[in-house]
């Protein structure tokens, strides 16, 4: 495999002093006739990852039948192909952090860290951007995911204090902006079934037909579905046994649905769920 020496770093402008409020949560929980359309207690495909991505934190949709994975600590980006069931390519993006998520979007990579930094690059580029995404101060971040419609990045808060706990902000890729897209309440939590203490997301994909934001959360064990405005439509556990360690969620653009697990002292892994039309 192939890892690409970083030569320079191009430095991002900056994206404003403080965020901006986008819109506030929906009242209410659950949707009541809501049909989840995948079948979490059967995957259709379980994939093991080799022992570098044993700590897999980031997963997105690259190309047909292949996946951008990134792990915890190292800054390299790994090429998972799902036909052949292993990794084929890896290319480094420079040094070391606490990386967290990834997302690919128009022919760019986007990897964002625990302290809401985000790098930049063509996928194996030596061309390397990097800016803050001045979060308040005391907010860790974990799940990058990406909205067309609004062709913003989104970046779910795992714990924050004040109004940045439970958010997701947002990162418009035009004017480099960031926006306070939705934040949950503990009353809206407690009344879908989740004590609100467990919810620290981990992930976070919007859904490439319906347009639903998916969230995981690791500690609690869960897959929380939300509408943009905040409305919590389902939510559904996940069982331990099968999702150790929930930590990257993406999408095909068919709908189909990958879960990123880490190996919690075994092999990291990823299932594939198959989308059946609610339609």
Not at 165 to 183: E, G, I, P, Q, T
Not at 216 to 238: N, V
Not at 263 to 272: E, M, Q, S, T, V
């Amino acid at each position: 495999m192939n890892r690409l020496f970083i030569g320079f770093v191009i430095l991002l402008s900056g994206c404003g002093t403080s965020p901006k409020t986008n819109e506030q949560p929906e009242a209410g929980t659950l949707a009541t006739a809501f049909k989840l359309p995948y079948r979490l207690n059967a995957p259709d495909h379980n994939y093991s990852l080799p022992k570098e991505l044993k700590e897999i934190s980031g997963l997105t949709y690259y190309k047909d039948d292949q996946l951008l994975c990134v792990q915890d600590e190292e800054a390299v980006v790994y090429v998972f192909d799902t036909k052949k069931g292993k990794v084929v390519k890896d290319f480094g993006f420079g040094g070391y952090g606490d990386f967290e998520g990834i997302e690919y979007v128009n022919g760019q990579v986007y990897v964002l860290e625990s302290n809401g930094t985000l790098s930049r690059f063509a996928p194996e580029s030596t061309q390397i951007g990097k800016t803050k995404t001045d979060l308040p101060k005391k907010t860790e971040v974990e799940g990058l995911g990406y909205d067309p419609k609004t062709k913003r990045l989104l970046i779910a808060v795992k714990s924050g204090e004040g109004s940045s706990d439970k958010a997701v902000y947002s990162f418009d890729l035009l004017n480099r902006a960031v926006f306070k897209d939705m934040s949950l309440n503990d009353d809206q939590l407690k009344g879908a079934g989740i004590d609100p203490k467990t919810y620290k997301p981990s992930g976070i994909a919007v859904h490439p037909i319906t347009g639903e934001w998916y969230m995981l959360t690791s500690a609690g064990k869960r897959l929380l579905i939300t509408s943009r405005k905040g409305k919590i439509i389902y939510s559904e556990p996940l069982d331990p046994k099968a999702f150790r360690q929930p930590e990257g969620i993406c999408f095909a653009p068919n709908g189909d649905l990958y879960i990123a697990s880490e190996g919690d002292g075994k092999k990291g892994y990823i299932l594939k769920f198959m989308y059946q039309s609610r339609f």
